[in-house]
């Protein structure tokens, strides 16, 4: 991302190392502790948290900077809207409410244009768009689509479909909010703009569907 992301990269770096030594003093701190014996044991778990979890190690193309981690997001959510656009219609034609079919159907048409505004936030970033699959998307459909089988036709199938989309709604949410901050940071005022105009419409269309589950769906499918 030009030159505030070669900026960025360096100050992130500059902080990496920090941290790395940090890390390595502490690690050493830990080492003396393990010295100490089973009591000396005891006494550290009340002052520092137990380091028992697996070290990962970093794939060969990981994110080296902030402006790497957002291309990252930029190709999942790129990969999710087209998901969740392809994905819609199965919700909609099993849906029973027409005002619930009606909200998915005009937020179907924002996901299209949102794909168009992605477009152009990859055109900015001089890149060709492409996506790259998004496991936590691809996740919350597959458990939307196994709803339908769970339900019968009607207000507890709608009510369903209202909470599986509101899963989809929610992690928009809060990636597009990520991305938002991310653009900020890296100097890009245009992307920010753009995906925040994203960030919005999600959390209409969630405001939306709470509504219709608050308001009318959740006590026709309690009644049914
Ligand atoms: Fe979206
Ligand atoms: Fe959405």
Redo the contacts with the bound molecule.
Sequence with gaps: MGKTATSTSSATSKKSNMTDEKTTKASAANKKEDSKGASGKSQAASTAHEDTGKKVSAKRNAAKDLNDLFEDALKDMYWA?NA?HKALPTMISNATSETLKRALED?RK??KD?IDRLDKVFHLLDMKPKGEKCDAMAGILEEGEGILEETQTGSVRDAGIIAACQK??HY?IATYGTMVAFAKQLGQKEIAKILKSILD??YN??NKLTDLAVERINKEADNQ
């Design positions: 809207e969740i937020h924002e996901t949102q989809v709604e928009e419409e999600e269309a969630n």
